[in-house]
Structures are given as structure tokens and as C-alpha cells.
């Protein structure tokens, strides 16, 4: 029987995240949401409710889990959030976006715009990653950036990570790598999963986000 392949994108994982309000608008600072008593939730307080969040919807009936790993699941495995892989950012848009053609885990291909890129310094490096529109139906302007970096396949896993970002008028964005994410082929292989392009690999080591899977 064949399997119907089900597409991870930018779009589909910032919609997860809209559905719960947590995403980061991508305003150029950190969300603050307001307690009942009137207490702004701090940076860090903020990260970890999303990984509390997620790891319940994992456990749900419409997790990327297999059927049979979702009742043994204890939570995903992260780095400590760390204040110093949070950059905030322009995007340098290119004047002329450039059509590409993005490969998957599955073997297919999906296409987009390489839109930018963002610069930040990591382990006194200079680092750069490109950002991508993937042609996807989604209600906001989706800004995808799948890297990998010096823990791929030793930390993190081999195939990349993900950051997805709501594009802004202002140009300045939150790249916060507390937030980065497995795409969901690591636990599920009917996903199809855009691969992070040779461009975008990072020299430093980025200790930040999800780590590798350990079912």
C-alpha cells in the first residue's frame, strides 16, 4: 500500500504554533505575555512553557509520533536555554530573490525564494544563514531558515534543524536558536522534510534548541 506522504514546511509548524499562541511574531523583540496579575513572563520562562506545550502535543492524537511511541513518550531532549544565542537581527533582502529548488527527506522537491539572510556572531565567528520563502499556502508571509551546524549528527541531529519566523515591516527579527527544531521525519518517516541547502551550514557550534532524538 502506498503511503501518503505528509509535508513539513515553515508554514505547517508556525500554524502548529499559532493554533497554541506562542509563536514569536517576529517583531524585532521578545513576546512578553501578561500573567493574571499582571507579571510579564521573562525570556527564558517563555521558551520553556513552548517545550511544555510541545511535549504535551506530542503526546497527543495528532503528534508526528508513530502510534506506538506516543505512550512511552517522556519529552524531547533540549539545551538549556541560553540568552546568548539569541541575536536580534536585520534581514538583508536580496533585491532580486532568486528561484530555488529545495530537496527533501523524501525525495521530493519543493521550490521558493532564497529571500535573504541574517548575520550574528557565535564563538567569536561571524556566521551567516540564508532565508527562504518556500512556495506554501499559509495566511502570513513565512521565513524558513533550516541550518546545520558543528553538533549535526554528534548533538543534534545529522539532517538539520529549523527556525520558522513571521516576516515583519520593520526588517528586524528575534533569531532566537532556543527555538530551534527537529523537523518531523526524525520521528515520523511518512513526513516529507525540506533539507537544509550546503549554504547553510554554520561553522560554530549552536547549543542551543532541540537536541537528537531518543525514542
Not at 524531547?76 to 527527506?105: C, G, H, W
Not at 526588517?171 to 541547502?197: H, K, M, Q
Given at each position: ?36 496579575i ?52 536585520r ?23 532564497l ?6 556572531t ?24 533550516p ?13 538539520g ?19 530551534a527544531?527537529?523537523?518531523y ?9 525540506p ?21
Amino acid at each position: 500500500m502506498k503511503i501518503r506522504l505528509r509535508k513539513q514546511t515553515a508554514a505547517f509548524n508556525a500554524l502548529l504554533f499559532f493554533v497554541s499562541g506562542l509563536l514569536l511574531a517576529g517583531c524585532g523583540r521578545w513576546s512578553e505575555p501578561v500573567g493574571e496579575i499582571g507579571a510579564t513572563v521573562s525570556p527564558r520562562d517563555d521558551v520553556l512553557h513552548e517545550r511544555r506545550v510541545k511535549d504535551a502535543f506530542f503526546k497527543s492524537d495528532s503528534s508526528p509520533l508513530l502510534a506506538g511511541e506516543r505512550g512511552k513518550f517522556k519529552g524531547l531532549d533540549y539545551y538549556p536555554v541560553n540568552p546568548e544565542l539569541r541575536f536580534q537581527v536585520r534581514l538583508e533582502r536580496y533585491s532580486s530573490p532568486k528561484t530555488i529548488r529545495m530537496a527533501t527527506s523524501t525525495g521530493e522537491i519543493r521550490s521558493g525564494l532564497l529571500y535573504g539572510f541574517f548575520e550574528f556572531t557565535a564563538e567569536n565567528q561571524t556566521c551567516r544563514v540564508q532565508v527562504y520563502r518556500l512556495e506554501e499556502a499559509f495566511s502570513k508571509p513565512a521565513l524558513f531558515i533550516p541550518f546545520l551546524d558543528a553538533t549535526s549528527g554528534v548533538e543534534t541531529y545529522e539532517g538539520g534543524r529549523y527556525i520558522d519566523l513571521i516576516e515583519n515591516t520593520s526588517g528586524i527579527y528575534d533569531l532566537d536558536f532556543n527555538r530551534a527544531y527537529n523537523p518531523y521525519c526524525v520521528y515520523n518517516p511518512e513526513y516529507s522534510c525540506p533539507t537544509p541547502p550546503k549554504e547553510n551550514t554554520v561553522a560554530a557550534s549552536i547549543r542551543a534548541g532541540e537536541k537528537k532524538y531518543q525514542p
